[in-house]
């Protein structure tokens, strides 16, 4: 075997070029390439970036160790024309491979193909230069195509920008909340007594706030929202949470942990919570999820004073009836019973609006 000194120090890819029958191409056996080939090969063999030869008329393949990982699990690519190599993306990089044979060099930043190198069709972006390659006559006679894959930057930045979006959203949701607790606070209690309540109401969002943060946005976890809200509270033992798992929008969540909030504040002051022997129970049930089956949450009180019905309406009833209903599609129910306190919300389970398309 010929000594082919200039595959030395070419990596795995110089040992395959080495041992590779190239009498069966146009390119011939190695031992008669032209010094332009052969200086042209041990410079890409020689290259930390993925570089590709394509040399002839038939633009014939010879690559690098860093070129394998964008070939992927394609069929042996050495050796092979360069247009049945990448057959499923030819009418797309063919004519870019034309300019550089035409011995004009192409620079593309980002280009979009639908590749097939692992068995199935796959988006991917690459940055890569063609450039000609010319022998001693100045003739072109290969293409060096020097290439970087960027779909992982692509597609960052392309994430990076819907959440940039969703964040501009939510705080859009999130301020008119805020709005909104200010305002019906300032419509329903003394100024002297606003601050406070309005105090305790963000404190209450931005529990949910917290949760959401946990989970990315995508969705979150009823019972995480109704723990961290009653966390404030208190009364740990005097209240028992019971429901299977159950996922909440971001806006979902928001409302939940005000009317959390609000039914919390009412127990601790005028009902179950406000003696040693009273006791909520906080529990709820859930069918098949995005199905017409049931969603509903209950809080009830129980041994608690007696419980008479309210002479005007504050807030907390105004956001139970007004807020939570319509922002879950269901029916809210708050029965001032003697024995204690019972709101209850009903809604189908698609009405359960889990954003799941922020998350990834």
Aim: proline residues 6%; contains cysteine.
């Amino acid at each position: 075997m010929p000594l082919l000194h200039f595959l030395e120090g070419g990596g795995n890819m110089g040992g395959a070029i080495r041992t590779f029958d190239w009498s069966a191409t146009p390119l011939g056996p190695a031992r008669d390439w032209s010094p332009t080939l052969k200086s042209t090969v041990a410079l890409i063999l020689g290259s930390r970036f993925p570089k590709c030869l394509a040399w002839g008329a038939d633009m014939t393949c010879i690559y690098n160790d860093a070129f394998l990982p964008i070939l992927g699990n394609k069929e042996e690519a050495l050796g092979r024309p360069m247009r049945k190599v990448w057959s499923e993306v030819w009418s797309e990089i063919g004519p870019i491979a034309q300019i550089a044979f035409a011995g004009e060099a192409t620079f593309i930043e980002d280009f979009p193909l639908t590749i097939d190198r692992n068995g199935y069709p796959e988006q991917a972006w690459f940055t890569f230069c063609y450039s000609p390659v010319r022998d001693e006559t100045g003739d072109v006679v290969g293409m060096m195509d020097t290439v970087i894959e960027t779909t992982g930057m692509v597609e960052a930045r392309r994430q990076a920008t819907l959440l940039n979006q969703e964040l501009a959203h939510r705080m859009k949701n999130t301020l008119a909340v805020v709005s909104a607790v200010i305002d019906q606070t300032f419509r329903t209690a003394p100024i002297e007594d606003a601050r406070r309540l309005i105090g305790q109401r963000l404190q209450a969002l931005g529990q949910a706030h917290d949760v959401l943060t946990r989970s990315r946005w995508s969705d979150a976890p009823l019972q995480d929202i109704v723990q961290e809200t009653l966390q404030p509270h208190g009364h740990g033992e005097s209240i028992r949470l019971q429901g299977p798992a159950v996922y909440l929008s971001a806006d979902q969540s928001f409302s939940m942990a005000l009317a959390v909030h609000e039914l919390a504040t009412n127990a601790v002051k005028y009902g179950a919570l406000s003696v040693p022997s009273g006791k909520v129970a906080i529990a709820w049930e859930a069918g098949r999820a995005g199905t017409d089956d049931v969603f509903a949450f209950e809080w009830a009180e129980a041994d608690g004073p007696q419980v008479a019905l309210p002479k005007r309406r504050g807030f907390g009833s105004r956001l139970l009836k007004r807020a939570l209903a319509p922002q879950f599609g269901g029916a809210v129910d708050i029965a001032y019973r003697p024995e204690g306190l019972r709101f209850t919300l009903q809604t189908t389970m698609k009405r359960l609006r889990t954003d799941n398309a922020v998350s990834s």
